[in-house]
């Protein structure tokens, strides 16, 4: 697919501000920042973490975009398992920070697609965490071809770790917002992709969406671990700043992790739309210099490890 410049910055942007988001929350994790407290890319938190350096979150994603970027359909067959082996191996680095239900399922180190994806289904208790979401951003740049395989590739990633109708649901609905951003440059894909779900799917996730937009504070959210929560504060941040330039990517990161609670995972599922729409060239010089992580990259692997991930889309279909 040919793709003009603001397009590649876009597709760049989903990756590096998912990282900035990830970064930027990873100091404030489990704390509700005070209105007077200046948010910064600090470091500390469960890691803890090196001042610009990302999280699990970003760490996950990665594992997803390292096997799209070779060619292959992550979303089924070899690429999927694929997709499974690069969260074993991840998980093999004795990561500094790991989701529980994440955790769960990559211990017993499942060697398949359809093992890993059976173990998580197997888990009792909840399992509608926000572990799948904050890592689907890759997803919406895997398939700028093909809307309906982005969206059924998210939902069959999510449920590697994430084997739950709501986690599926959520990463279904902000890849596509994702994939419409990086191709149309505005945030119309969260509604878009409810006009053609079910009447059950438009009705739930279209209530939550008002719901975020008519809060007067991300508070009410407060349980952003589970996976609808952390969508909400996302959505929250990106309705509640100035959206009418690419200063909307700081001042809605900020917003997010204002929220407080799971800082990192609400401000990098907030990043991998807000880059997709305003390009990696709204995130900072400062913060880019910033960033790094596993597996030992910096920002300009970044970009180009998205940019590899789009120039293959729809190859290997
Ligand atoms: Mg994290």
């Known amino acids: 697919m040919k793709l003009d410049a603001l397009q590649k910055d876009r597709v760049a942007g989903v990756l590096v501000a998912t990282a900035a988001g990830d970064a930027l929350g990873a100091g404030y994790e ?32 990665l594992a997803i975009a390292e096997v799209s970027a070779s060619g292959r359909p992550i979303g089924h067959g070899e690429g999927l398992d694929a997709v499974a082996a690069q969260f074993v191996r991840w998980y093999d680095t004795h990561p500094k920070d ?19 994806r059976r173990h998580a289904l197997e888990l009792p208790g ?3 965490g926000n572990g799948s979401l904050m890592r689907t951003a890759p997803v919406g740049i895997a398939y700028l071809h093909d809307a309906g395989a982005c969206v059924a590739a998210a939902g069959d990633i999510s449920a590697l770790t994430h084997n739950d109708p709501q986690a599926i649901e959520a990463c279904r609905l ?35 969406l008002d719901e975020a ?18 969508l909400q504060v996302a959505w929250w941040a990106i309705t509640h700043t100035d959206a009418s330039g690419p200063g909307h990517l700081v001042d809605a990161l900020e917003a997010a992790v204002r929220a407080g609670g799971d800082t990192d995972t609400t401000a990098a599922i907030a990043g991998g739309l807000l880059g997709a729409r305003w390009g990696a060239s709204a995130v900072p010089e400062r913060w880019q210099q910033m960033l790094h992580g596993w597996p030992g990259y910096r920002a300009a692997d970044l970009t180009d490890l998205a940019s590899k991930t789009a120039a293959r889309a729809g190859q290997g279909m």
């Open 213 to 230: 937009e008519k809060a007067d504070t991300a508070r009410v959210f407060d349980k952003n671990g589970w996976v609808v929560h952390a």
């Open 126 to 128: 909840r399992k509608a």
């Open 174 to 208: 902000w890849s596509y917002a994702i994939r419409h951003a990086v191709l149309h440059g505005n945030f119309d894909g969260a509604r878009l992709y409810l006009d053609g779900a079910s009447d059950e799917v438009a009705d739930f996730w279209g209530g939550l």
């Open 98 to 116: 790991i989701g529980n239900q994440t955790r769960a399922v990559l211990s017993a180190r499942p060697t398949s697609a359809a093992a890993m």
């Open 30 to 61: 489990f704390t509700y920042p005070r209105p007077d407290m200046a948010i910064d890319m600090i470091g500390g938190g469960l890691g803890p973490f090196a001042p610009g350096e990302w999280t699990d979150d970003t760490s996950m994603a």
